[in-house]
C-alpha cells in the first residue's frame, strides 16, 4: 500500500501563488509515476501533471506557463506550484500515485486539498 498527504490547499486572490505539496509513504519504491489531479465543482476530475521514475514530467496544456511540478526523490514527495491563479483553478487537488508490484499495477490517491480563489 502507498499513503498520499496533501497539503498546501488555500483560499487565495484571483493572480496569487500556492504551493502544493504531496508526502509519500508505505510501499514508495513501488512508485512509478507521482503527480497531480483537480476536481472543480460540479467537473470531472481531470489530470493536471506528473512525473515519472525517470523524471519525465507530464504537464496538462492548460497549465502552461503557470504551473510547475516538482518531485523529490529522496523525500518521496511532489509539489505542485500555481502562479497567476485564476477562478477557474478553484478545486480540490489530489496526489495520485501509479505503483508496480508482484506483477501488478496499482493507482492510489490522497484525500485531496482545497483551493479556492476569490476574484
Known amino acids: 500500500q502507498v499513503q498520499l498527504v496533501e497539503s498546501g490547499g488555500d483560499s487565495v486572490r484571483a493572480g496569487g501563488s500556492l504551493r502544493l505539496s504531496c508526502s509519500a509513504s508505505?510501499?514508495?519504491?513501488?512508485?512509478?509515476?507521482l503527480g497531480w489531479f483537480r476536481q472543480g465543482s460540479g467537473k470531472q476530475r481531470e489530470f493536471v501533471a506528473d512525473?515519472?521514475?525517470?523524471?519525465?514530467?507530464t504537464l496538462a496544456d492548460f497549465t502552461k506557463g503557470r504551473f510547475a511540478i516538482t518531485r523529490d526523490f529522496g523525500q518521496d514527495k511532489v509539489y505542485l506550484q500555481i502562479n497567476g491563479i485564476r477562478p477557474e483553478d478553484a478545486a480540490v487537488y489530489y496526489c495520485?500515485?501509479?505503483?508496480?508490484?508482484?506483477?501488478?499495477?496499482?493507482?492510489?490517491w490522497g484525500q485531496g486539498t482545497l483551493i479556492s480563489v476569490s476574484s
Open positions: 508505505g510501499n514508495v519504491d513501488s512508485i512509478a509515476t
Open positions: 512525473v515519472t521514475l525517470t523524471g519525465q514530467e
Open positions: 495520485h500515485a501509479s505503483a508496480f508490484w508482484q506483477g501488478y499495477a496499482h493507482e492510489f
